[in-house]
Each structure stands twice: as structure tokens, then as C-alpha cells.
């Protein structure tokens, strides 16, 4: 088995992270991987909104958890890094496009060494008024819908769960 193919059948979800920073080439390497996302009619369209400063990152936390039906207190796990993935509301495509970039992002991250979850909820908090003056303040305009959060950071241990694969999934003619 490839190097590949073995990255995308051991990711795992990561949902305790260590203090450690993660190094900007790391950061760089994980969003270049997931700007490479196919994307519908190849617009490329969906933008990362890359997160290492502690209070804004805590700020998207205490919005996303305002969302969060299990209200946890830090719904991004202790992660250092919030990559979130956005897409502009007038590409019929954004939703798919955002998701293989999250997809991509999670897998570069993992052959990285990194631990990584997608944290759901980015449509809620980007459409909440303090959501909608965060992107201000970054430069952009009201036209993106979010698509999730990538958390990224150093894992605080390997979780090596594998869940049995569900049978009866695949239908062949």
C-alpha cells in the first residue's frame, strides 16, 4: 500500500491537542495541500481563513460554541490553529469544493504529524454579526458562506481507533 492511501485509511479525528505551536511551514504546507482541492469547473473558489492569533482564535471558539448543541466549553479541543474554509454564497459548487479542501487539509496535515478535526458549524458563525465582523476585519466581504473549521495541532496522544467499516456500502453493476 502507498504512502497515500495508508495516510487516508489512518487519519483519525483529533480531540485533544498539545501547547505546542505548530511552525508556519508546517501551517503553509497543510493550506497549499488544500488550496490544491479539485474544485467545480476548476473556479478554485473557496478561501482559507487561517488562524494562530490566541484571542481571535478563542473568539471563533466562543461564537462556535454558541452553535454547538453540546455546548462544550472549547469546541475546538485545545487546537492552536483554526483553518477555516469559506466559499463565495454565488458558486453553486461551494459546499463541495470547501469539503474536498477540508479533506485535503486534514490528510496533508495527518502525513505531517499533525492531529487535525473538522469542527462544523463555520456556515452559523460566519452569518452571526460578530462572525460577519471578524471577516471585516480580515478584508473580506459578506458574500462567503463557511464551510467548517480545521483545528490543527500537535496531538496529545495517537488515537488509533479503528471503527469496523460498515458492510453493504458499495452497490456494483
Known sequence: MNDVIQNMITRRSCKQYKGDPVPDEIIDQIIEVGLYAASG????????????DKAIRDELSRLNAKYDPRKRQDPFYGAPVVLAVLAPKSIPTAVYDGSLVMGNMMLAAHSLGIGSCWIHRAKEVFEDAEGKALLKQA????????????VIGYAAY????????????VFRF
Do not use: D
Request: proline share 6%; with cysteine.
Open 139 to 150: 478584508g473580506l466581504t459578506e458574500g462567503y458562506e463557511g464551510i467548517g473549521n480545521c
Open 158 to 169: 495517537e488515537n488509533e481507533t479503528v471503527i469496523p467499516r460498515r458492510e453493504n456500502r
Open 41 to 52: 469547473m476548476g473556479k478554485q473558489s473557496p478561501i482559507i481563513l487561517a488562524v494562530k
